[in-house]
């Protein structure tokens, strides 16, 4: 218990605190600790270590949150965002359908007023581009019809905000190696610093676990997913169209 | 009704197993300080568990069998990283990140504060101390499961626990100089 020099050794409190002493050695210890104050002193210092340590790690983060919670509310959203899409459609349905066949950036922005005025009040400043198929003329339709607006907004001074929006076949319009329009696109976001592209986390990770390689193009976002994203933007008050 | 009694006895298993998990988990991130990493050794290490059951002479001694399996896995995961050329060395390395796992605005709070103590200590008494302060093994325990002698762990946990209190003062110096006593001005 004691070294040669009369003092207690830490290695004995060590084993005193951690209760790996023998019933005899006990006693004699606990008699010692309450006639010295410096050995209480040590042993509360060690209990509070230890009790320190084991506070540290009662709860450790764990890697992700659970995966259940994480799915159940993701249906909720997509369920969510099916409501919101219902509602919203049966206004912008017909009015997206004429869209992609617009070629007048002014009767665009005609059209665009009076979607707001009818459906959501105010100016259109914000407004998502949904993206879902590969289909090379609706893909350049998208970009036309964006970027003749985004010009139209920007000669006329009014503030627009566009997010254009893939999922499925469309997010190969922001894949680096497959989209035809790679450098057009980035023209576009130096352009535009308003104009946002983003990619549907669902869709990707069904690619790469396909064994796909997704490389996506430079600035361009991730979403969890694009429903997600989608329904983000219509509580935001942001317009929908789909291409 | 041998088969039946056998497949309880499996079931048994699996439900002690899935049991220890976040004990083996707590223990897991207390050394690797990194949730991914430590979600992997435990999944590995329950794996392998159910795998060689068969070696599990004594039901009681379930848990240190476990965590003997646990500080395998994290050896094994070592060796893969081929961090170092002896493998003799892993109980004298130190930090495994270069900075504290944890945020630098957790350094503040108690708890951030600790885990980045635990983690600068050598791993050998990391390990040591872990398995003696968040699990309560007794020494021997401690002992069979890293396969080093009983007055290693003694000394490690010693150093550990010593080191532990130096970094904790250097981070929260005494604040008995800091005190001002409010008084009461008229």
């Known amino acids: 218990m004691k070294r040669d020099d009369g003092v207690v050794s830490d290695e004995f409190l060590n084993a005193f605190v951690d209760d790996q002493l023998e019933s005899a050695e006990k006693s004699h210890a606990f008699d010692a600790v309450g006639h010295d104050d410096t050995l209480k002193e040590r042993v509360c210092e060690l209990r ?13 983060p764990t890697r992700v949150p659970a995966v259940k919670g994480r799915r159940s509310r993701a249906s909720y959203l997509q369920a969510l965002a099916a409501c919101l899409l219902l509602c919203i459609g049966g206004a912008s349905g017909w009015f997206a359908h004429v869209w992609t066949g617009m070629g007048s950036d002014r009767e665009m922005a ?24 590969s289909n090379p003329v609706r893909l350049k339709s998208a970009l036309d019809e964006t970027e003749s607006l985004l010009d139209a907004y920007r000669r006329t001074k009014r503030p627009l905000q566009v997010e254009i929006i893939a999922n499925g076949g469309g997010v190969d319009l922001l ?19 308003n104009l946002g592209f983003i990619a549907c986390g669902q869709t990707i990770k069904k690619l790469r676990e396909k064994g796909v390689d997704v490389q996506l193009l430079p600035h361009t976002g991730v979403a969890s997913s694009a429903l997600d994203q989608i329904t983000r933007r219509l509580k935001q008050d942001w317009v929908y169209i789909k291409v | 009704m041998k088969i039946l009694s056998l497949f309880s006895r499996a079931h048994g298993f699996n439900d002690q197993l899935e049991q220890s998990r976040v004990r083996l988990y707590r223990v897991a991130y207390a050394w690797s300080h990194d949730a991914a990493l430590a979600d992997d050794l435990v999944q590995e290490t329950l794996s ?6 068969g ?5 009681e001694m379930l848990n240190s069998w476990l965590f003997g399996i646990l500080t395998n896995c994290w050896r094994d995961h070592f060796r893969q990283q081929r961090e170092m050329e002896d493998i003799e060395e892993i109980e004298d390395f130190r930090c495994v990140h270069e900075t504290t796992p944890e945020d630098e605005h957790a350094q503040s709070q108690i708890v951030g504060r600790v885990r980045g103590a635990v983690a600068r200590l050598a791993l050998g008494q990391r ?12 020494y021997a325990e401690v002992a069979a499961i890293l396969e080093i002698p009983v007055g290693t762990v003694m000394s490690r946990l010693c150093r550990a626990r010593r080191a ?3 970094m904790l003062q250097e981070l929260a ?14």
Not at chain 2, 55 to 59: G, K
């Open chain 1, 48 to 60: 509070g270590l230890k009790e320190m340590v084991k506070h540290a790690y009662a709860h450790p």
């Open chain 2, 55 to 59: 070696q599990l002479r004594e039901p």
């Open chain 2, 173 to 186: 110096p005494a604040q008995s100089a800091q005190v001002s006593h409010i008084r009461r001005v008229k």
């Open chain 1, 175 to 193: 894949r680096a190696d497959v989209s035809p329009y790679a450098k057009r696109i980035g023209m576009m976001q130096e352009k535009y610093p």
């Open chain 2, 48 to 53: 392998k568990a159910l795998k060689n059951h």
């Open chain 2, 164 to 166: 532990l209190k130096e």
């Open chain 1, 110 to 133: 005609r059209l665009l007023q009076s979607v707001q005025r009818n459906d959501i009040g105010g100016e259109p400043q914000k407004l998502i581009v949904h993206v879902s198929s």
């Open chain 2, 127 to 138: 390990q040591v101390l872990t398995l003696v302060d968040l699990e309560e093994f007794s």
